[in-house]
Nanobody, 122 residues
């Protein structure tokens, strides 16, 4: 069992930056594919970024490529999402998730956090 707790969300102006963190409890964090997904009001949840168990391989949605960076610190059981050049369309609840198996491009997530709100004002 893995519990995930996100933090770092908030209100920021367009062009600004935020860094989200996701702290994991439980065993074997370093063996999980970790991902960030988001859900805007009235829209379906969408993929943002994933990282392999080592952090050596990452994958991004086209909409955030070049602006967001996913990273992880296995010693701290934490995954991060650095978000730069934020746009109003990035406004959403951001969730981190963990997958035991699967491909980095589309893992089947086993565990989810509760989400953290990111609001980007224009």
């Amino acid at each position: 069992q893995v519990q995930l707790v996100e933090s770092g969300g908030g209100l920021v102006q367009a062009g600004g930056s935020l860094r989200l963190s996701c702290a994991a409890s439980g065993r074997a964090f370093s063996t999980y594919i970790m991902g960030w997904l988001r859900q805007a009001p009235g829209k379906e949840r969408e993929f943002v970024a994933t990282t392999s168990w080592s952090g050596g391989t990452t994958y991004y949605a086209d909409s955030v490529k070049g602006r967001f960076t996913i990273s992880r610190d296995n010693a701290k059981n934490t995954v991060y999402l650095q978000m730069n050049s934020l746009k109003p369309e990035d406004t959403a609840v951001y969730y981190c998730a963990a997958a035991r198996f699967g491909n980095i491009r589309g893992p089947a997530y086993d565990y989810w956090g509760q989400g953290t709100q990111v609001t980007v004002s224009s």
